[in-house]
């Protein structure tokens, strides 16, 4: 897979920015779809909108500089999106070093943010299968915090409620902040994006 993938073929200049969530009006507030809001924010710094599909992705199409960004939200469901982060990779021959998948995460405090260059998925659900489908471990990720559930909440069931009263009124903050980190990680390099974001709240 990994070779199929990330071949000589590669085009240097073009990056992949997924972001993860469920598709639906009934989940599109939900902590679980974070990673659909802030690539949606960053599609809007960019001038673009996410106007058609490709490969199961409803995905928007930008030029920064002299970058060629691919801009995904998968269609498949969180615990698929492997499927459609896959299928772009290889349509777009993207390295692997240009890929950035957006994510929830109940393991950071709300408005808390975390860029890493690879490592496992941490029981995300939706980053196990882009790390599957991808055939590696070294893809850099954006975890956004939504904090842990209360009391005896389970995590899947907080993050597939909306963000309550008080964290909407920070939310576009929130977004705002982590679609500025992507584009960091775009423009300067995973390195320097770490450093400037991780732990920074908006």
Same mark, same amino acid.
Request: a positive charge; charged letters at 25%.
């Given at each position: ?7 000589r ?11 993860l969530g469920n ?9 679980h779809?974070?990673g659909?809001m ?6 809007e ?9 490709q ?10 500089? +002299? $970058?060629?960004?691919i801009?995904?939200?998968p =269609?498949?469901?969180?615990n698929?999106? #492997? *499927?459609?982060v896959?299928?772009? !990779?290889?349509?777009?021959k ?12 109940? +393991? $950071? ?6 860029? =890493? ?5 941490? #029981? *995300?659900?939706?980053?196990?299968? !882009? ?11 954006l ?13 899947p069931?907080?993050?597939?409620q909306?963000?309550?009263?008080q ?6 903050f929130?977004?705002?902040?982590a ?24």
């Amino acid at each position: 897979m990994l070779k199929k993938l990330f071949g000589r073929e590669e085009a240097e200049n073009t990056y992949l920015i997924a972001g993860l969530g469920n598709p639906g009006k009934e989940y599109q507030d939900n902590r679980h779809n974070v990673g659909f809001m802030v690539a949606s924010k960053l599609a809007e710094k960019l001038g673009e909108n996410f106007s058609r599909m490709q490969s199961n992705a409803m995905i928007a199409k930008a030029q920064h500089k +002299d $970058l060629r960004i691919i801009l995904a939200k998968p =269609r498949t469901f969180m615990n698929n999106s #492997g *499927q459609a982060v896959a299928a772009l !990779v290889r349509f777009y021959k993207v390295p692997q070093h240009n890929i950035l998948i957006i994510y929830d995460e109940a +393991d $950071l405090p709300y408005e808390t943010l975390r860029l =890493r260059p690879e490592g496992r998925s941490a #029981g *995300q659900k939706g980053m196990k299968s !882009v790390l599957q489908h991808l055939g590696t471990q070294e893809i850099a990720r954006l975890r956004v915090g939504v904090g842990r559930p209360p009391g005896r909440m389970s995590t899947p069931d907080y993050v597939l409620q909306d963000f309550s009263k008080q964290q909407k009124e920070t939310l576009p903050f929130v977004i705002d902040h982590a679609a500025e980190a992507a584009l960091a990680f775009i423009e300067e390099g995973i390195e320097t994006a770490m450093n400037q974001y991780n732990g920074a709240e908006a």
